[in-house]
């Protein structure tokens, strides 16, 4: 590559987690006399563990001081599944999360290219756990507020329940999840309180439902109701 595009620049990418190898490259440029690269024992669990090293290899390291078009980046825990679920949803393309941070770091304008440039993104491994999957597109839902988590409360008693959802019904909101929060604090023996997941599109869209039911609720007086997120 170096060759054939030598004014092309690689960037080095890690989650924030684990940034032995982008502080290696750090250390380098400021200080071309280093011998030893960075080294962190101390490694976190990350999304993108094929990047949770302690430092670079002997190679690596090499080839990081031999080449002066290498620059390290490093994205956030949030970004990576960011783009874990951009690139299934919109590409559908199973990838994991190291082989996710050129994605990232782009959605996230970490890397921001100039405007006639070329941009190439390595996509390295689909190796990643069904369930870890499930646990993206769920946090990823809730983070762009399309999955929303209202909280009711409503008597304790046969049927309260039954006629509260039915307002949810009625406004033609999908529940995907409900949840009896027991013996929350501050509650009266009377009542129950139960967390509600609804499908909605938007913030705007989930405001839109929960005045709708809010206002309801004013005015019928058997439920009450909540934004919790």
Not at 138 to 161: C, H, K, M, W
Not at 176 to 192: E, F, I, M, Q, T
Request: charged share 25%; hydrophobic share 40%.
């Amino acid at each position: 590559m170096e060759r054939l595009h030598p004014n092309a620049q690689v960037i080095a990418l890690q989650s924030e987690e684990n940034q032995a190898l982008v502080r290696s490259i750090e250390r380098y440029r400021s200080d071309s006399a280093a011998v030893d690269p960075y080294r962190d024992e101390s490694t976190k669990p990350s999304i993108a563990d094929g990047t949770r090293i302690s430092g670079p290899g002997e190679l690596t390291w090499r080839l990081l001081k031999e080449r002066s078009n290498i620059r390290g980046v490093a994205v956030s825990e949030s970004e990576i599944q960011r783009a874990i679920f951009f690139l299934f949803e919109k590409c559908r393309l199973l990838v994991e999360g190291a082989g996710a941070l050129g994605v990232a770091a782009l959605l996230s304008g970490r890397v921001e290219p100039s405007s006639n440039s070329t941009v190439v993104v390595i996509l390295s491994g689909g190796n990643i756990d069904i369930t870890k999957v499930a646990s993206v597109i769920e946090s990823q839902l809730t983070a762009e507020n399309r999955y929303s988590t209202f909280g009711i409360e409503v008597e304790d008693a046969p049927g309260r329940l039954h006629d509260a959802l039915k307002h949810f019904a009625d406004h033609k909101v999908n529940i995907v999840d409900l949840r009896r929060v027991r013996a929350p604090v501050g509650l009266s023996h009377s009542k129950a309180r139960l967390e509600v997941i609804v499908e909605t599109n938007n913030r705007e869209d989930a405001d839109l439902i929960f005045r709708a039911l809010a206002d309801i609720a004013s005015k019928v007086h058997t439920f009450e109701i909540r934004k919790l997120s």
